[in-house]
T-cell receptor, first 111, second 115 residues
Framework: ELKVEQNPLFLSMQEGKNYTIYCNYS?????LYWYRQDPGKSLESLFV?????AVKQEGRLMASLDTKARLSTLHITAAVHDLSATYFC???????????FGKGTRLHILP | DTEVTQTPKHLVMGMTNKKSLKCEQH?????MYWYKQKAKKPPELMFV???????INESVPSRFSPECPNSSLLNLHLHALQPEDSALYLC??????????????FGEGSWLTVV
């Protein structure tokens, strides 16, 4: 059974600091997703990572994937208050047509 | 157009009512999903339709009944729900599984309250 673990589950940080959210998964996967969710809102797609060594960047966020370690990271550079949200990683197994979410990381950036 | 449209946005229903949630996408996606999300929890997969056929049912109680009338529409019929079924119901879609880099697009969700 596929398990997806994120850590930390809650993160409070100062503006201007850097930090990394980790996503571990338990079985071989075809692709990994990162989503952002604001309170009371739906999920916004941030990144889709397909292959070992994939790195994608958008603004202050950068995601990477190590399929051998079954690990993805979401790195936040020089955080700003607007990045406060819950961030989910999600992993799928093509043969099962399933996408399983991690528990989410609630990020609170203090001005 | 990368929209997944869900209606209604908010629904309050009694335990004896029958209601439906609707989802529509016009991106030509052939995989559509229903997720349930409780407050401060991750979305939980309920159903997957692939090419308009039910591909996955994650042991969802029969009081939830999905329907895929065509490739653009996905419904979730609700009957005899319980208060613990109150949650945000998210519809999502993606291209078929032979493609690469499939992004899964989520709708805004339907907030369901069962009283």
């Amino acid at each position: 059974e596929l398990k997806v673990e994120q850590n930390p589950l809650f993160l409070s940080m100062q503006e201007g600091k850097n930090y990394t959210i980790y996503c571990n998964y338990s079985t071989t996967s075809d692709r990994l997703y990162w989503y952002r969710q604001d309170p009371g809102k739906s999920l916004e797609s941030l990144f889709v990572l397909l292959s070992n060594g994939a790195v994608k960047q958008e603004g202050r966020l950068m995601a990477s994937l190590d399929t051998k370690a079954r690990l993805s990271t979401l790195h936040i550079t020089a955080a700003v208050h607007d990045l406060s949200a819950t961030y989910f990683c999600a992993v799928d197994i093509k043969r099962d047509d399933k996408i399983i979410f991690g528990k989410g990381t609630r990020l609170h950036i203090l001005p | 157009d990368t929209e997944v449209t869900q209606t209604p946005k908010h629904l309050v229903m009694g335990m004896t009512n029958k209601k439906s949630l609707k989802c529509e996408q016009h991106m030509g996606h052939r995989a559509m999903y229903w997720y349930k999300q409780k407050a401060k929890k991750p979305p939980e997969l309920m159903f997957v339709y692939s090419y308009e056929k039910l591909s996955i049912n994650e042991s969802v109680p029969s009081r939830f009944s999905p329907e895929c009338p065509n490739s653009s529409l996905l419904n979730l019929h609700l009957h005899a729900l319980q208060p613990e079924d109150s949650a945000l119901y998210l519809c999502a879609s993606s291209q078929d599984w032979t493609g690469s880099g499939n992004t899964i697009y989520f709708g805004e969700g339907s907030w369901l309250t069962v009283v």
